[in-house]
């Protein structure tokens, strides 16, 4: 709190505001971790939090800036160049193995193409030729827009989203008002869930909306109801191998699939981390009603 009793705690809406002026990323290193500078005026100075004397820094810049190695004229003048500059915001993963992949329920404990679309990697975990593990993904949203680009194991934060907000280990994704695009749990080094999402893949839909489960819904034509065909898993699936869409149909590497998982229990441990133990569970011989593995549900074509 100042002099003035302003509190640190930045309304939710000018936090947005400022968020996507800034193009939600430092706005002189495009680094998409930051924090909330104010210098028109000052904080300690300032009498209320005005989305235009804020902007965004990373650790590194605002330590810059508070020892005086940066003015606040270079930050006044960085920011008002922001609104025509068109930065992709970075955020670095740390990736080692053994690595985990959760899309929703879907778990992938392999490298390789994991999400494939008429025979192109969608999303891809590969290791290089010295043993480094990199990341590669290009989601894009149910209206044909690309949302989320990972490349060189960084995730790649586009300028024109609704708001992202990165807090801790969550980064959050909005394609418009209300209504999030995806949300990244990262668990150095080891594992990345990707959850809460709906991705537009040809004439295939994947969806984990629906209290995190994983479903992939082929369509007939652009109307997403259309449903002709998929998978839908109400509980769980480890895959062994990627899921390879293309117009026709789809098939699967070597699965386990735990139709009876409590999908609130799959989040709790992918959310913390512990994807081992989360496999183990799945795919453990712990009494289940079906006896054991079952088969993906197929939905049958629509009349």
Same mark, same amino acid.
């Given at each position: 709190?100042?002099?003035?009793?302003?509190?640190?705690?930045?309304?939710?809406?000018?936090?947005?505001?400022?968020?996507?002026?800034?193009?939600?990323?430092?706005?002189?290193?495009?680094?998409?971790?930051?924090?909330?500078?104010?210098?028109?005026?000052?904080?300690?100075?300032?009498?209320?939090?005005?989305?235009?004397?804020?902007?965004?820094?990373?650790?590194?810049?605002?330590?810059?800036?508070?020892?005086?190695?940066?003015?606040?004229?270079?930050?006044? =003048?960085?920011?008002?160049?922001?609104? #025509?500059?068109? *930065? /992709?915001?970075? $955020?670095?993963? @740390?990736v080692q193995k053994p690595f985990y992949t959760v899309l929703g329920s879907l778990i992938f404990p392999? =490298?390789?193409?994991?999400?494939?679309? #008429?025979?192109? *990697? /969608?999303?891809? $975990?590969?290791? @290089?030729?010295?043993?480094?593990?990199?990341?590669?993904?290009?989601?894009?949203?149910?209206?044909?827009?690309?949302?989320?680009?990972?490349?060189?194991?960084?995730?790649?934060?586009?300028?024109?989203?609704?708001?992202?907000?990165?807090?801790?280990?969550?980064?959050?994704?909005?394609?418009?008002?209300?209504?999030?695009?995806?949300?990244?749990?990262?668990?150095?080094?080891?594992?990345?869930?990707?959850?809460?999402?709906?991705?537009?893949?040809?004439?295939?839909?994947?969806?984990?909306r629906e209290r995190g489960r994983f479903s992939a819904r082929r369509i007939e034509s652009d109307n997403?109801?259309?449903?002709?065909?998929?998978?839908?898993?109400?509980?769980?699936?480890?895959?062994?191998?990627?899921?390879?869409?293309?117009?026709?149909?789809?098939?699967?590497?070597?699965?386990?699939?735990?139709?009876?998982?409590?999908?609130?229990?799959?989040?709790?441990?992918?959310?913390?981390?512990?994807?081992?133990?989360?496999?183990?569970?799945i795919t453990g011989p712990r009494p289940r009603p079906d006896g054991g593995l079952v088969k993906i549900?197929?939905?049958?074509?629509?009349?």
């Amino acid at each position: 709190m100042n002099k003035h009793g302003l509190s640190r705690d930045i309304p939710h809406g000018v936090e947005g505001e400022v968020r996507r002026r800034c193009k939600f990323s430092c706005i002189l290193c495009d680094s998409g971790l930051y924090h909330f500078h104010h210098f028109d005026p000052p904080f300690a100075e300032a009498i209320r939090h005005d989305p235009n004397g804020i902007t965004l820094l990373c650790g590194t810049c605002h330590d810059y800036v508070e020892r005086g190695l940066k003015s606040n004229a270079e930050i006044v =003048e960085a920011d008002r160049r922001r609104v #025509n500059e068109t *930065p /992709v915001a970075n $955020v670095f993963l @740390s990736v080692q193995k053994p690595f985990y992949t959760v899309l929703g329920s879907l778990i992938f404990p392999t =490298e390789g193409p994991l999400v494939t679309h #008429n025979g192109q *990697p /969608v999303l891809a $975990v590969t290791a @290089s030729e010295l043993g480094k593990l990199e990341i590669t993904a290009d989601l894009i949203d149910i209206n044909g827009q690309s949302r989320l680009l990972i490349e060189d194991n960084a995730i790649r934060i586009h300028p024109d989203s609704w708001d992202v907000k990165v807090q801790g280990p969550v980064i959050r994704m909005w394609s418009k008002p209300k209504s999030v695009f995806a949300e990244i749990v990262l668990h150095p080094p080891n594992g990345i869930h990707i959850r809460d999402f709906a991705i537009r893949l040809g004439n295939w839909i994947i969806d984990t909306r629906e209290r995190g489960r994983f479903s992939a819904r082929r369509i007939e034509s652009d109307n997403p109801e259309n449903i002709c065909g998929g998978i839908f898993a109400a509980g769980a699936i480890v895959s062994e191998g990627p899921l390879c869409l293309n117009q026709e149909g789809f098939s699967m590497g070597p699965s386990c699939i735990d139709m009876s998982y409590d999908s609130k229990r799959l989040y709790q441990l992918a959310d913390e981390g512990k994807m081992s133990q989360l496999i183990r569970e799945i795919t453990g011989p712990r009494p289940r009603p079906d006896g054991g593995l079952v088969k993906i549900q197929i939905v049958p074509p629509q009349n």
